[in-house]
């Protein structure tokens, strides 16, 4: 169902992890912004170092 929803060009996603849904997305927009709060989670996140990836580590609740 995610393959079928036309994403735009930005798309925040929030807690992202290792990514089970980070893979999915970044294919599907021009710009995906990850934020996590935990640097080493979002190391093991396949997508996090795209060209096209933003991350940001913050504590969603403050950020």
Do not use: C, Q
């Not at 996590?36 to 979002?42: T, V």
């Amino acid at each position: 169902m995610l393959y079928a929803i036309d994403l735009g060009d930005d798309v925040l996603e929030l807690a992202p992890g290792t990514g089970t849904w980070s893979a999915p997305l970044a294919p599907r927009t021009r710009n995906l912004l990850l934020v996590d709060g935990s640097a080493e989670i979002l190391a093991h996140n396949p997508v996090a170092k795209e060209e096209k990836v933003r991350t940001e580590i913050a504590d969603l609740f403050t950020w």
